[in-house]
């Protein structure tokens, strides 16, 4: 059984820092693409930034310059250092990777728990 298990969230003031951390735990053949997206109450999930698993990244414009993507292939995890935080960054942070289990089998998309994210003014 494979499970994303997220870390990392907080309160924090305008302008701060976070890391937000995620590891890729049971059994996996491929980890391709590893990203995290959030949700704002009200608001649809929106992707923050991906990574390939040969490095290629991609922001959304909202955070380009201020955050960055990275990730540990030996250890199947991805990292996101939030920096130059902004009360409109607040929201539920979610991990997500698509994933073959096995030779042969189907990359299939996998989600964290989710991990709170709160960037007071």
């Known amino acids: 059984q494979v499970h994303l298990v997220e870390s990392g969230g907080g309160l924090v003031q305008a302008g701060g820092s976070l890391r937000l951390s995620c590891v890729v735990s049971?059994?996996?053949?491929?980890?391709?693409?590893m990203g995290w997206y959030r949700q704002a109450p009200g608001k649809p999930r929106e992707l923050v930034a991906h990574?390939?698993?040969?490095?290629?990244?991609e922001y959304s414009d909202s955070v380009k310059g201020r955050f960055t993507i990275s990730r540990d292939n030996g250890k199947n995890a991805v990292h996101l250092q939030m920096d130059g935080l902004k009360p409109e960054d607040t929201g539920v942070y979610y991990c997500?990777?698509?994933?073959?289990?096995?030779?042969?089998?189907?990359?299939?998309?996998?989600w964290g728990q989710g991990t709170q994210v709160t960037v007071s003014s």
């Open positions: 997500n990777s698509d994933i073959s289990t096995n030779w042969g089998t189907p990359l299939v998309d996998y």
């Open positions: 990574i390939a698993s040969g490095g290629t990244t």
């Open positions: 049971g059994s996996t053949y491929v980890v391709n693409v």
